[in-house]
């Protein structure tokens, strides 16, 4: 399923566990369209009420391929076409919204740095700013749970400290290699809000 789909079932998921009944006419025509295997049919089936049916159903559909938002706007025609519509007039304002910027213009960082090794500046205003997905950010630039082990270990008392060394210790392995835009990539992943990147590269 495309990735906006999933965002807009998963943002319109409260309205439709009030409003949509999940009847066997919705799931029987989306196992005929082979969105839904029979065990599917069987675990939707096997909730206890409405509202759990119809929550199942949109924990299942983003998982079964591109054309599951399709068919599933397709079986509300004849019930629900007030909801039908709704997801239907959602997706297109979607549609016609511009994208967001590159996350790298999001933060301030201009193009020239981007391919820069950071500084032990850099890097020591950014272990002061980052909190507790620090580590799932190490282990994106490559470090293993051993490395984060010793940076812990080295400097028990201070978590600044264990952050700065983690990044130190990339920026040795990778040389060249350990560019800003490297260290970006892992710090979106980890969902680090732009405005901190925006404090470190200002």
């Given at each position: 399923m495309d990735p906006k789909h999933k965002k807009l079932l998963r943002a319109q998921r409260l309205f439709l566990s009030d409003e949509l009944l999940v009847d066997d006419l919705i799931i029987q025509y989306l196992y005929q369209e082979e969105i839904l295997t029979e065990s599917h049919l069987e675990e939707i089936q096997s909730e206890s009420s409405s509202r759990n049916k119809t929550l199942k159903?949109?924990?299942i559909l983003p998982s079964r391929?591109?054309?599951?938002?399709?068919?599933?706007?397709?079986?509300l025609e004849k019930d629900f076409p007030w909801i039908r519509d709704k997801l239907l007039q959602l997706n297109e304002e979607e549609e016609e919204s511009p994208p967001p910027p590159p996350?790298?213009?999001?933060?301030?960082?201009s193009d020239h740095i981007l391919l820069t090794v950071p500084t032990t500046l850099h890097l020591n205003q950014l272990a002061s700013l980052l909190g507790s997905e620090w580590r799932s950010v190490l282990l994106d630039?490559?470090?293993?749970?051993?490395d984060l082990y010793r940076c812990?270990?080295?400097?028990p008392l201070a978590v600044q400290s264990q952050v700065l060394a983690g990044l130190v210790m990339w920026t040795q392995r990778n040389g060249r290699g350990a560019t800003v835009q490297r260290l970006i990539q892992s710090l979106q992943a980890a969902d680090v809000p732009p405005s901190v990147l925006q404090q470190v590269f200002k």
């Open positions: 159903l949109l924990d391929g591109p054309t599951a938002f399709h068919h599933f706007i397709k079986s996350f790298t213009v999001q933060c301030g960082v630039l490559g470090l293993s749970c051993a812990c270990s080295d400097h």
